[in-house]
């Protein structure tokens, strides 16, 4: 008897610090007393706010269709998979927090078609976010036009360009480039970054710089030089090397943006979705409005009908409540506005064992069982009738997952997130929580106590 | 029990209403929204001077995109939807918008969704639904995998599937007569609905015919009749309060919830409670009028 009150009691506990975990990491609603005072210090916690979908924060949703017409089978997964490898570099160097890029393989009947989804949280301008993607940074290799040259090469090698020089450009630019790579110079730990051209653009390279040897060959990113080498010999093996003054970083980006130069299979952009910040602000108050209403009427409800088993089904389930929420922030779950109406729906679900439960014990005290006999009889005997009604909902859950777009999917993670936990919550927390207060006397009043609905 | 001594007239209300539903299905049809068909949609809401409806649409005609439908929405904005629009055509439409610089409006929300991108949802959709019908059939007949007397156990089966279109065939219906007043559009969350409606309203029957197969089993009457009436009795009260608690936050979700998710939540309603109707006064009444029918035949014979 004390095992299980005690057992009820740390549940209780652990309950509260669910709770307490999902509340505490919500940076609006943090409270500074909170924050400052010795739990924050004794327990780490970082900042874990819940993860909004787009249709929540405001963002835009894009997806482009590629032409993968000249390609063919293991070419197709590798050009896609460099695709977005490309459009992720890109979106990244704008600054985009959490961009979502992914490749959509066109499934049944879709004809093989491949398509690329970017998902950018935040930028709620559409022409801002088609440029973004869109926009080819322009490589460049420029040949001084003729003329005395400016340059001055300094002692240390590296020269100093005016850059009001005219620099005319060539026909070698990044399209010929094969890769771009960062390496570290072997003595002077310099970063620096080696180009390696494609066949034409070797051909290219060598005679621009057969043609301009002890010249400088101005390289070029969007309009602005970069680095301004001076050529040596002619060079016939397609590699050159940007070694500019480049911090570690710089040089980390610039490779990504060369490599990022050409894409390797042409898209086009058939869908565009963009959500405002108000409207989804005003979607997520509506949601937990909708959710907390939801919850306290159901939660008079179960008080009124089914009395004090109701008021621990209620205790039981706002602790199902915590931990959906506190898994919401850990897995972490994209939260939709569909992910929203799936969650409240799972309160509702989540009392359907309870009820089915007490109408059993109901039952048993009919039979005229004593209080806590009916309420095991009670458990075991609803078990069955709670698993089929679960499996259908579940179910249903995994194929709708399985459908999903993000719209489906968060639903159908949260339905099927919630008749999971649910399952775990009703039956064990309001077990043990029955159990725990069992100590009452077979009477009129704990009887009442126990019966449902409009019985005395 | 009085569901199973008037069990021809309840059966004949849900007759009545699938036939209601399937003539309204007919006749007002199903508009089908963006996301299955392609299209685009914008929401324009304009801060300061708001344009009359007129001028908006003429200057959306101008620009030359098609046909465009412009409905007014809240109070200082307009819902407009034309075909799929190319980013040339956006940047084309935005400007219209603002009617020559006149007016400012901002644009809060807009989709463009590629024709190609729609049928290939529309076709996931399809599969879908064929695979949660079968799924259920197949769980259907796993939950009633024992034979049991008078009724064979593959008559529980066919009739939790008759109960599960009348589920689902009634909100469709009334669905129909949103989308032929309200405007209402079918789109992924329709589809949702109806799949979960499945999910959850199939879980009903199967409590109500688990019941009747135990007091079987218990052998509480010779007469199947009063078997499950007696069945119901028992459980139409779980039955009730297990979707009442659904139906409660489902319409918490309707009256305060996000406007994506009100007509999902209206078709989420209206098929819970469809749900439990037919749990129990359609299901079970059928089960005992088949078992009627078959002590007939046999006597018969």
Excluded: C
């Amino acid at each position: 008897m004390w095992k299980t009150r005690i057992t009820a009691l740390v549940l209780l506990l652990v309950g509260f610090s669910v709770a307490f975990f999902v509340y505490k990491t919500e940076p609006n609603l943090k409270d500074s007393r909170l924050s400052t005072s010795w739990v924050s210090k004794v327990l780490p916690f970082n900042e874990k706010p819940f993860k909004l979908g787009l249709d929540l924060s405001g963002g835009s949703h894009l997806v482009y269709k590629a032409d993968t017409s000249a390609l063919s089978g293991q070419n197709i997964k590798d050009s896609m998979d460099s695709l977005r490898d490309i459009i992720e570099r890109r979106v990244n160097l704008f600054g985009v927090s959490e961009p979502v890029v992914q490749i959509e393989q066109g499934g049944i009947g879709a004809g093989g078609e491949q398509k690329l989804i970017v998902d950018l949280p935040g930028i709620t301008d559409v022409e801002k976010a088609v440029a973004m993607i869109g926009q080819t940074p322009l490589l460049e290799f420029r040949i001084k036009d003729t003329g005395p040259q400016n340059a001055t090469v300094l002692a240390d090698g590296s020269v100093s360009l005016n850059v009001d020089e005219n620099f005319i450009p060539t026909e070698l630019t990044g399209r010929f480039l094969d890769r771009a790579t960062l390496e570290f110079d072997q003595t002077t730990m310099q970063p620096k970054v080696s180009l390696k051209f494609n066949k034409e653009g070797t051909d290219l390279f060598a005679k621009m710089t057969g043609e301009n040897v002890g010249k400088i060959i101005a390289i070029y990113l969007d309009g602005a030089p970069i680095s301004t080498p001076v050529v040596n010999e002619a060079i016939t093996t397609g590699e050159a090397v940007i070694s500019g003054n480049f911090k570690a970083e710089e040089a980390k980006l610039l490779v990504g943006r060369l490599n990022s130069g050409a894409l390797p299979v042409p898209i086009t952009l058939i869908s565009t979705q963009t959500i405002g910040p108000s409207l989804g602000e005003k979607a997520v108050d509506d949601g937990v409005k909708a959710a907390l209403i939801g919850f306290l009427i159901v939660a008079l409800f179960l008080i009124l009908w089914y009395r004090l088993p109701g008021l621990i089904a209620v205790i039981s389930l706002m602790i199902y409540a915590g931990i959906m929420l506190s898994l919401f922030k850990l897995v972490p779950v994209v939260l939709t506005a569909a992910g929203l109406a799936g969650f409240i729906i799972s309160i509702g679900i989540a009392v359907d064992a309870n009820v089915l439960i007490f109408e059993r014990v109901k039952e048993e005290l009919k039979n005229g069982r004593t209080i806590s006999d009916a309420v095991s009889a009670g458990f075991s005997r609803a078990w069955f009738s709670i698993r089929d009604s679960n499996i259908s909902s579940f179910i249903t859950a995994v194929i709708l997952f399985w459908f999903g777009t993000s719209l489906i999917k968060g639903f159908a993670l949260t339905l099927g997130m919630g008749v999971l936990v649910s399952m775990l919550s009703a039956i064990t927390l309001t077990q043990i929580f029955l159990k725990s207060i069992n100590f009452f006397k077979d009477n009129k009043f704990t009887r009442f106590l126990f019966s449902s609905g409009l019985s005395k | 029990m009085f569901i199973i001594k008037y069990k021809k007239i309840f059966i004949g209300i849900s007759i009545g209403l699938v036939i209601l539903s399937l003539i309204s299905l007919f006749t007002f049809g199903l508009k089908i929204g963006i996301d299955f068909k392609g299209g685009a949609l914008t929401e324009v809401y304009y801060s300061g001077e708001i344009p009359d409806q007129i001028s908006v649409v003429a200057s959306v005609k101008e620009a030359g995109l098609g046909e465009a439908l412009i409905q007014p929405t809240g109070e200082n904005g307009f819902i407009v939807k034309t075909k799929d629009l190319s980013e040339p055509e956006r940047v084309l439409l935005f400007s219209a918008l603002n009617l020559g610089d006149k007016y400012t409006g901002e644009v809060k929300n807009f989709s463009s969704i590629g024709p190609s991108v729609g049928k290939e949802l529309a076709k996931k959709a399809i599969v879908a639904i064929i695979l949660v019908s079968l799924a259920i059939i197949l769980f259907i007949a796993f939950a009633f995998r024992h034979v049991s007397k008078p009724v064979s156990s593959w008559r529980y089966g066919l009739i939790a599937i008759v109960s599960l279109l009348h589920d689902v065939i009634i909100p469709v219906g009334i669905f129909s007569l949103l989308s032929h007043f309200k405007g209402a559009e079918v789109d992924t969350l329709f589809v949702v609905a109806i799949l979960t409606v499945l999910g959850l309203s199939v879980s009903d029957t199967i409590v109500v015919f688990d019941r009747i197969r135990e007091n079987i089993r218990n052998r509480f009457s010779a007469n199947f009749g009063e078997t499950v009436g007696r069945s119901l009795t028992q459980s139409y009260q779980r039955s009730i309060n297990t979707s009442l608690t659904v139906i409660l936050v489902l319409l918490s979700l309707y009256f305060f919830g996000p406007s994506s998710t009100k007509y999902f939540a209206l078709m989420m309603t209206a098929g819970m409670f469809f749900g439990t109707y037919s749990s129990i006064f359609l299901a079970s009444p059928l089960l005992v009028l088949t078992e009627e029918w078959q002590t007939k035949s046999s006597r018969k014979r």
